[in-house]
């Protein structure tokens, strides 16, 4: 039977973890959003001693809690996995270096500034902290299987000429631009090619209407292609030549049609994400309290936007398994179902979340939402509601204790 696109255990995490591990359950992919430690109470009553036996500080205490959380992580992480934890300022040096320490240095991927705030914060004194982090690391970066270039990064813009068929792409200069390759560096790519400015017609064999053309710097020194005779000669069609005006006066150059479509192998065009997302790309904490209130209700005061899991699901294969051990309102199992309905893959995604007590007061504990956990339930459940495919049960629901009884083996804290 194939597994649920979503599962929900409700319970301390390190337990959990723990009892994945020993059931020997892997992931690909894993996604954290752990308390940001601004002062508030930790629900996870670890004993939070330092190394000579006294009471920690706060930043001592946050990082003897999330030690044997990502310790345990990396446990249950396969040997394509990445793992993308999301934190702030108060926090964020920490947390690089115990991650350092935990998945070693060499295995860092990239660490991302979103912007999930773009008005920024303005309450407080000092500036308007409109961003947070995403630290990114592979269990080993040599097999990771992350790839950092995605469709959803080309923009159609950068693409503004239209062939008479309706292809778009954009032009760019057959002669490799960067000065450090030129003849003297790169022999092979100096030759001379056929082109003829009226048909757009280039050819590495002299043809009737051809003129000769050698690559050449715009001051008139001598240049090299950026692609091989061979290469010319197969991909005629990819190319054009053109009358250009230059320091020099008017000359004819040869520029490759760079096309925005998909490529001859059928794989979609990729383009590198930068390590800059904007709340235009992904969303923001507003759309994000507005993705749940259309599901729920406003019952948790700062989710993270379904777009910035999505576009981390982007980087992974489509057949991911996730866990999101900090699950918070649920936003990863979301992201999930709403990827699996878009593109048709089978990613599943395993959600945990402790029964911390919702703020009194709040929105959720007038909802009678007694626990965080309450709320990543009612969300998961209103995602199946909403999105589920009906062949196989959308959400399976487990128990902490029936997970440790699975795994057979007894779940042991650290001192």
């Not at 599943?348 to 990543?376: F, L, Y």
């Amino acid at each position: 039977m194939e597994e649920a696109w979503n599962t929900f255990v409700e319970g301390d995490n390190l337990d959990v973890l723990q009892a994945l591990a020993a059931a020997g359950e892997t992931f690909d992919l894993i996604y954290i959003d752990p308390p940001y430690n601004t002062g508030s109470l930790f629900a996870y009553h670890d004993d939070r001693r330092g190394e000579d036996g006294r009471r920690a500080g706060r930043h001592e205490a946050w990082v003897a809690m999330m030690r044997p959380r990502l310790e345990a992580a990396r446990a249950v992480m396969s040997e394509r996995a990445a793992i993308y934890v999301s934190i702030d300022d108060n926090e964020a040096a920490h947390l690089k270096v115990l991650m350092d320490e935990v998945f070693e240095e060499r295995n860092q991927l990239a660490q991302i500034v979103v912007n999930l705030n773009p008005k920024g914060r303005q309450l407080g004194n000092g500036f308007a902290t409109s961003h947070e982090y995403l630290l990114v690391y592979a269990k080993d970066a040599r097999t990771c299987a992350l790839e950092s270039s995605i469709p959803e990064a080309v923009n159609e813009q950068d693409f503004p000429l239209v062939t008479d068929d309706g292809r778009h792409y954009r032009r760019l200069p057959l002669r490799n631009t960067n000065k450090k390759f030129n003849p003297a560096t790169a022999k092979t790519l100096h030759f001379p090619v056929w082109g003829d400015p009226d048909s757009g017609r280039v050819s590495v064999e002299p043809f009737d209407g051809g003129q000769e053309i050698w690559p050449v710097f715009g001051d008139g020194r001598p240049a090299v292609w950026r692609w091989s005779a061979p290469l010319i000669a197969a991909r005629p069609d990819d190319l054009m030549c053109r009358r250009v005006r230059g320091k020099l006066g008017e000359r004819v150059d040869v520029y490759q049609r760079d096309w925005l479509s998909r490529d001859a192998t059928g794989n979609a065009r990729r383009k590198k994400l930068t390590t800059i997302w904007l709340a235009e790309e992904i969303g923001s904490t507003d759309s994000a309290v507005a993705e749940l209130k259309s599901l729920v209700g406003p019952l948790f005061e700062s989710p993270k936007p379904t777009g910035l899991i999505r576009r981390i699901l982007a980087t992974m294969p489509t057949d991911a398994r996730v866990l999101d051990f900090f699950a918070g309102s649920g936003t990863t199992g979301h992201a999930v179902a709403l990827a699996n309905v878009e593109d048709g893959a089978r990613r599943t995604c395993w959600s945990v979340q402790i029964a911390e007590p919702t703020r009194p007061g709040s929105n959720a504990a007038k909802a009678e939402m007694a626990h965080v956990s309450d709320i990543t339930r009612a969300r998961l459940r209103a995602v199946v509601a909403a999105h589920g495919n009906g062949d196989v049960a959308d959400l399976v629901e487990r128990d902490v204790g029936e997970l440790l009884a699975t795994s057979g083996n007894p779940v042991t804290r650290g001192a």
